[in-house]
């Protein structure tokens, strides 16, 4: 059974730095592209970057040259380095395949993890 386990979240001030984690379970994680999404108070879900099985990132142009995805196939773990933050990446964080996990119709999520940029 496929699951989404993030970590890493927390409160950190603006300029600083954090770095998620995502476990993914279940089989078959290196032939699927993977992905950040965030979802802010109030906000749509968005993506913030992704990376596809053979590696290659894209981002965002709000996070570009300040976050970096990365992936180890043996660990099923994707990362994601966030430097620079600013107040406008607080959101809670999520990770999934791209395009997102259906299951009974619906998109499947994990339970996120918290990020909080302030001072």
């Known amino acids: 059974q496929v699951q989404f386990v993030e970590s890493g979240g927390g409160l950190v001030q603006p300029g600083g730095s954090l770095r998620l984690s995502c476990v993914r379970s279940?089989?078959?994680?290196?032939?699927?592209?993977m992905a950040w999404y965030r979802q802010a108070p109030g906000k749509q879900r968005e993506l913030v970057a992704g990376?596809?099985?053979?590696?290659?990132?894209n981002y965002a142009d709000s996070v570009k040259g300040r976050f970096t995805i990365s992936r180890d196939n043996a660990r099923k773990t994707v990362y994601l380095q966030m430097d620079s933050l600013k107040p406008e990446d607080t959101a809670v964080y999520y990770c999934?395949?791209?395009?997102?996990?259906?299951?009974?119709?619906?998109?499947?999520w994990g339970q996120g993890t918290q990020v909080t940029v302030s001072s």
């Open positions: 999934n395949h791209r395009p997102p996990m259906v299951v009974g119709g619906k998109d499947y």
């Open positions: 279940g089989s078959g994680f290196s032939i699927y592209s």
């Open positions: 990376i596809n099985s053979g590696g290659s990132p």
